[in-house]
């Protein structure tokens, strides 16, 4: 028992990366028993490198990148490529309610791991499968990564400064991709709850991103037209930016909707000429006329901490917020006020900051409980506890590289 | 009998769910119920709506309110009513719908449902299933709680904005939010999986819950990874770029933009194959991951002159026939005439009173045995008053027009 409003599903996962684990973190935040199958075969790169710090792991039990991505879960290693591997995954499988993967699509069949040979296995499993572009059509066997989801998607086109090239992304749009697939696997769950069904779900990472650009992709529908980047600007609302702020690389976003607000900035600012001026007395002139606010206020906001000015800014009700850093998100009161990191112990990291689950529920709270697996931690656990084998077995499959 | 039908071809079927919301974060998370088969009953107040209906885009640029794209695009599937919260009756009104409810998804300020008396304490009284989602900027209690906040703010107070755009080529220049309303819609799909995870709690235990979804800490979970360089390595990740470069990211070809990433070993020699196996790519930089990483500039140079020759669909189909990560920069016009989104069913047609037939995305998602369906398109303003106030509460012609009247409804 663990209160979790999931406390009692089962999920075997077969990914690895950030998209597919993120996926299956959320659903173990929320009470499910998650058991990753990994192998020394087919080692998870998030193991050995972090693509945002660049740093590189000794071994495959030191990367915080792993821990932040794959806690609460426990981990079996199983080598794929064997026979009697695909036997106890299918072991596994026949425990669980449900069973992700994000291999290329073609990749499960011939394993032996597909929705059909599984179906055989638990008629009524829930298998969700992600990839790049989709299990089917032309474009199906298609590889990619975050950044081709994002271009894709139509998300990395629309995002950046008007006069440079379309933005990439990190790995928030992995993650997009995997709180998507969270999503499909925890309805199918709700409807297996009252028909005892399971089905197969295909997921495409691409349109996970394109989903979130609907209205822009509907401009280009009713108007033939194609947007743009433009940067932080609105579509009406001026002034409506990032400002520079005294430090290295500090930044404050402004934001304004109407005349008042407009007022109480002139105010803050100790310009009250500016609000009487006829060049910005309205949206429609403060549209047109931003460019020049613009340099008005970071000539202001340039002399000030961003902390400082965003106070002041609060306190006359104008739209104001510090352009966050992961140090300054660290250090930000409001973020730890709602406990938003915390610290996990972990045997080899040692204490490793981690985000909590986005969410508080009032009953059934989303938790932290433990570390990510150790490769191979759970082999004994899971194996022993879960399917009845004897430790003797598992000495001899890891002789025989089954488990591996 | 026909309830139980219901359920058997729709993922969510039978379940009810009021939406109290406007704009993007709210409407995109009760869109997602709808699309799969909940019955969402949309509340917006009398006359002026939701403010997306505002937003367009437009037919032709001409504002209207039952034409909005914005509203279109994220209220289809579901039912519209108007209903006035700040007056006495239309909150007795709210709470008959509440009783009847599974979920109400809500976008009020901190306090406000409480001084309306319709907080979630008022509320599990009258239903305790209830599953009461409260979505606001930065949640319902610490510092900033009351802090005022569009958008834009969120975008960067939750650093989304910081790693933006990537690259920057100055770090004078702005960080900057990603584009379109992307920051909104991450809410709406956190929020989502929260009132879903509840969902299935509810019908084991019987007891419903509340959900207290800050904005910003719904953004900063996409950058789960980003987020704690700084606390765990010192290390502050910026858009400045990677620190380990890898030769490639977007580059300029010949009708518009490419992106190109190979960390692994296999997918460097696709993409040289691609290139046909230029000299260059023979020498000793390009041995492994390391030395190209030393080189990475030059080694992007090399490459982008290569792409500047070929056209965005050329190297989009050769690179992925070598099966190389490469993609090109879609614009919406690519992404609408996209073979691929074309041919798997991404797109649906709604037709639409007002704004005539209309090709929309639809869902990420296939599932094999409850597909999802577009059923209805957006509401127009208070569609559905007659149908939600007359035929599900029981109310009859005469009171509904003394409602209207009144300006309840």
Not at chain 2, 127 to 135: E, G, K, M, W
Request: a neutral charge; proline letters at 5%; charged letters at 25%.
């Amino acid at each position: 028992m663990n209160n979790g409003p999931l406390d009692g599903v089962i999920i075997t996962e077969f990914t690895s990366a950030w998209a597919g684990p993120y996926a299956t973190l959320l659903l173990a935040f929320l009470g499910a028993q998650v058991i990753k199958v990994e192998s020394q075969k087919r080692l998870d790169h998030s193991r050995k490198l972090s693509f945002s710090t660049g740093k590189i792991f000794k071994g495959e039990d030191r990367s915080s990148v792993f821990n932040n991505l794959n806690l609460n879960k426990h981990g079996v290693r199983l080598n794929l490529s064997k026979p009697k591997a695909i036997e106890i995954a299918k072991k596994l499988v026949s425990k669980s309610d449900a069973v992700m993967e994000n291999m290329r699509p073609g990749v499960m069949q011939r394993l032996g791991l597909g929705y059909e040979a599984l179906y055989q296995v638990k008629p009524d499993i829930i298998y969700l499968s992600s990839s790049a572009c989709g299990q089917k059509g032309p474009d199906n066997k298609y590889v990619g990564y975050a950044p081709t989801f994002a271009s894709l998607g139509g998300a990395s086109f629309i995002t950046g400064y008007e006069d440079w090239p379309p933005s990439n992304f990190t790995g928030s749009i992995d993650l997009r991709s995997g709180a998507t697939a969270a999503s499909a696997i925890l309805a199918a769950l709700l409807y297996h709850q009252q028909t005892g069904e399971g089905q197969y779900i295909d997921m495409a990472s691409q349109e996970t991103i394109a989903v979130l650009i609907g209205e822009i992709l509907l401009d280009y529908v009713m108007n033939n037209k194609i947007r743009m980047r433009k940067g932080n600007r609105d579509d009406f609302m001026a002034p409506h930016n990032c400002y520079k702020c005294c430090g290295d690389d500090k930044w404050i976003s402004i934001a304004v909707a109407t005349d008042s607000e407009w007022h109480s900035l002139c105010r803050v600012m100790e310009k009250p000429e500016l609000a009487e001026c006829d060049k910005f007395s309205d949206v429609f002139s403060r549209f047109k006329n931003q460019k020049e606010i613009d340099e008005i206020i970071g000539n202001w906001t340039i002399n000030y901490d961003y902390y400082e000015l965003t106070e002041k800014l609060q306190k006359e009700h104008v739209a104001a917020t510090p352009s966050l850093s992961s140090k300054g998100l660290f250090n930000d009161p409001h973020i730890n006020s709602r406990n938003v990191y915390d610290q996990v112990e972990h045997p080899f990291i040692g204490k490793d900051w981690v985000l909590t689950p986005p969410w508080k529920f009032s009953d059934t709270p989303a938790k932290i409980r433990r570390h990510a697996p150790l490769f191979g931690e759970h082999n004994e656990f899971i194996f022993c506890g879960l399917l009845d084998m004897t430790k003797d077995e598992i000495k001899e499959l890891e002789k025989e590289q089954v488990i591996y | 009998m026909q309830n139980k039908n219901v359920k058997k071809s729709k993922t969510l079927g039978g379940i009810k769910v009021i939406e109290y919301c406007q704009m993007v974060s709210g409407p995109f998370c009760g869109k997602q119920l709808a699309d799969m088969g909940a019955t969402v009953i949309k509340i917006e107040p009398p006359d002026l709506g939701d403010a997306a209906r505002k937003i367009g885009p437009f037919p032709e640029d001409i504002p209207n309110a039952e034409k909005s794209g914005l509203f279109i695009y994220l209220n289809s599937n579901k039912f519209g009513i108007t209903l006035d919260l700040c007056k006495p009756e239309g909150v007795k009104i709210f709470k008959k719908l509440v009783m009847e409810a599974d979920i109400l998804i809500e976008d009020r300020s901190p306090g406000d449902m409480e001084k309306k008396g319709i907080d979630y304490k008022e509320l599990k009284t009258i239903n305790p299933r209830l599953i009461h989602a409260s979505i606001t900027n930065f949640g319902n209690s610490g510092h900033y709680k009351d802090y005022k906040a569009y958008q834009l703010n969120i975008a960067h107070v939750s650093g989304q904005g910081y790693l933006l755009p990537m690259p920057s080529p100055h770090l004078d220049r702005p960080p900057v939010k990603p584009g379109g309303n992307i920051s909104d819609y991450d809410s709406g799909l956190v929020g989502f999986l929260a009132v879903l995870a509840a969902l299935y709690r509810m019908r084991i235990s019987g007891k419903g819950q509340f959900i207290d979804l800050s904005r910003q800490e719904a953004l900063m979970s996409m950058q789960r990874v980003e987020s704690v360089t700084y606390a765990n390595d010192n290390f502050i990740v910026s858009r400045k770029g990677r620190i380990r470069p890898m030769p490639g990211g977007i580059m300029q070809c010949k009708d518009g933009h490419v992106v190109s990433i190979a960390p692994q070993e296999h997918q460097w020699e696709a993409l040289m194959k691609l290139m046909g196996n230029p000299e260059w790519s023979k020498k000793d930089w390009c041995r492994d991951l390391q030395t190209r990483a030393e080189n990475a500039q030059e080694l992007t140079k090399l490459i982008s002159a290569w792409m500047k020759n070929h056209t965005k669909e050329e190297i989009f189909r050769k690179g992925q026939a070598l099966s190389c990560p490469i993609s090109p920069l879609q614009t919406t016009e690519d992404v609408m005439n996209s073979r691929q989104l074309n041919e798997t069913g991404f797109f649906v047609e709604t037709d639409h009173p007002k704004a005539g037939k209309l090709k929309m995305p639809f869902v990420p998602y296939r599932f094999s045995k409850t597909p999802c369906k577009l059923e209805r398109s957006a509401p127009l303003l208070g569609e559905h008053n007659k149908k939600v106030f007359c035929d599900d509460l029981g109310y009859n012609g005469k009171e509904l027009v003394k409602l209207r009247q009144s300006g309840i409804i």
